[in-house]
């Protein structure tokens, strides 16, 4: 489980939090989950960022990811939640979420040219500058479904990346958690 870590002034380390509006427990079914998931895969392509650990949570999300130095962390999120909005809002309209669809537009009132709020404005971020951060940071990412008793054990817990770092399973989504940073 070891990660070998030195932090450059170059690339940018960041634990990312951001949460579902009225903290709605909206991640406890899968094919919500899932979304967040492919997003994570497209825009690691498009912004070339490495995922290095995840969790999501019923109504919120931790990441932490390395930047390249030309990428905003801001750019980055502004798109990951607006695209993951837009595509969870369409699953929530096809399931007929009748009670999900009435809170995300009521979040949207207020907002000019906005008819659905799934995420909260703000998003959280903590630059890690030290090794020690940094597993501090995936401890708590990967301790977060015990600490809430979701699971009992945190290998039991499917959208974390616990299971990448303790079982080298990548079936969900790849995370770099091999990676020296230089």
């Known amino acids: 489980m070891g990660l070998r870590l030195?932090?450059?002034?170059?690339?940018?380390?960041?634990?990312?939090?951001?949460?579902?509006?009225?903290?709605?427990?909206v991640f406890n079914e899968d094919?919500?989950?899932q979304i967040v998931i492919d997003n994570m895969n497209f825009y690691r392509e498009r912004y070339g960022f490495k995922l290095m650990a995840y969790v999501i949570m019923p109504e919120h999300i931790h990441l932490i990811v390395w930047t390249k130095e030309d990428t905003s962390i801001s750019s980055l999120m502004r798109d990951f939640k607006k695209y993951t909005s837009v595509q969870i809002k369409r699953k929530i309209?096809?399931?007929?979420?009748?009670?999900?669809?009435?809170?995300f537009q009521?979040?949207?009132?207020?907002?000019?040219?906005?008819?659905?709020?799934?995420?909260m404005d703000r998003f959280d971020r903590l630059i890690i500058y030290t090794?020690?951060?940094?597993?501090?940071?995936?401890d708590y990412i990967h301790f977060n479904p015990v600490r809430r008793n979701l699971v009992k054990d945190m290998l039991d817990w499917k959208y974390s990346s616990t299971r990448n770092y303790y079982l080298?399973?990548?079936?969900?989504?790849r995370v770099d958690n091999e990676v020296v940073l230089i």
């Open 131 to 138: 090794p020690e951060v940094f597993q501090q940071k995936v």
């Open 93 to 103: 309209l096809a399931d007929d979420k009748k009670k999900l669809i009435s809170i």
């Open 168 to 173: 080298n399973d990548h079936s969900l989504i």
């Open 31 to 33: 094919r919500y989950s």
């Open 6 to 25: 030195k932090i450059s002034n170059t690339n940018h380390l960041f634990f990312v939090t951001t949460t579902v509006v009225d903290f709605i427990q």
């Open 106 to 119: 009521k979040n949207a009132s207020g907002y000019k040219d906005q008819e659905f709020k799934f995420w």
